[in-house]
């Protein structure tokens, strides 16, 4: 049996410890060590998740030797410098999404990856989920036909406090839709199809508190198999059912409308629609990521959420934001 693959999560808050409540599923074949500038918070989360060792700084997990892997948790602007930092300790890179704010910073790393020879996994854990696989499935298997339309929806009121980090632009790399919504892009984009042409539209800004970010933006898009579509974001409207958001793809034989947090998927071809359950273990993706990291480090292969694959979703970002700006 290959020796386990030993990791250190740099940053010990919420994203972290959802991670590890997905590691417990790979027992002895994932370790996880645990780094924070709170020498307290390290050791709590060591315990809590059985971890193998915690770390006071984030540059003593770095140069730890017996660490294979890091993964950096902690707010975008600090993105960059640990993943350069870890590969140049020799360490492999799974870094939370988004993982830098501008194309540039990519190819910095992209730069610095391939001289270290390591693996760079960008986490995307929507890619891996069972509801985007099942619906890359049912598009490649033409069960709707042509695509004309795709229509994606992720209304919910989540509003953060005042003094989360998401509230400060420096740190998230941006507003609301850019440190979450790129989620939603890599699904609308990651399907079979791919955008070719996108623009955003950004309703005005909220003036109520405590959350003051930016937090709604609907984008329109075409697809390279002559398709439209829509992505509908924001984190300021009730959302029905405290959570039950509703997408749709149509086509010229058939529709197909999901549940955007992955419940099921309902298939219409002309006959009795037909009820799909993608599958609830390993809803969110999280395990079928950490396989690929690990497999990927084992074998030497790319990823499937390379740096090359979040580059395209960066470009289309970036686009967004280029279209909000008027002409001069």
């Known amino acids: 049996m290959p020796s386990p693959l030993r990791i250190a999560f740099l940053g010990c808050g919420f994203i972290t410890r959802v991670h590890s409540r997905n590691l417990r599923r790979f027992q002895s074949e994932i370790v996880c060590g645990y780094a924070s500038r709170d020498r307290a918070k390290a050791a709590a989360f060591c315990g809590e998740f059985g971890g193998t060792g915690s770390y006071a700084d984030y540059s003593d997990a770095l140069h730890d030797p017996t660490i294979d892997a890091v993964v950096i948790a902690v707010p975008p602007a600090f993105h960059l410098n640990l993943t350069l930092q870890a590969l140049n300790a020799g360490k492999h890179v799974l870094v939370e999404k988004p993982a830098y704010p501008t194309l540039g910073d990519y190819q910095v790393v992209k730069a610095a990856r391939d001289r270290a020879g390591r693996v760079v996994l960008i986490g995307e854990n929507d890619h891996y989920k069972p509801l985007a696989i099942k619906l890359r499935q049912l598009l490649a298997d033409g069960a709707i036909g042509d695509m004309v339309f795709g229509h994606f929806s992720t209304i919910a009121r989540r509003l953060k406090s005042a003094d989360d980090w998401r509230n400060d632009q ?23 199809p791919r955008i070719t042409r996108i623009s955003g539209f950004r309703p005005a800004r909220s003036s109520e508190g405590p959350d003051t970010r930016v937090k709604s933006m609907l984008v329109a898009f075409d697809y390279d198999n002559g398709a439209a579509g829509a992505l509908y974001y924001s984190r300021e409207i009730p959302s029905m059912l405290k959570g039950l958001r509703l997408s749709t793809l149509m086509g010229r034989k058939g529709v197909i409308t999901f549940e955007s947090n992955g419940a099921l998927i309902l298939v219409r071809d002309g006959g009795i629609p037909k009820i799909v359950f993608p599958g609830f273990r390993d809803i969110r993706g999280y395990q079928a990521m950490y396989r690929d990291f690990r497999d990927s480090i084992r074998t030497g292969r790319a990823p499937e959420m390379s740096l090359e694959r979040a580059m395209e979703d960066q470009r289309l970002m970036d686009q967004v934001y280029v279209s909000l700006i008027p002409d001069p």
Do not use: R
Not at 175 to 191: C, V
């Open 170 to 192: 420096s740190m998230a790399g941006g507003d609301a839709f850019f440190e979450e919504g790129i989620h939603w892009l890599h699904l609308a984009s990651s399907l079979g």
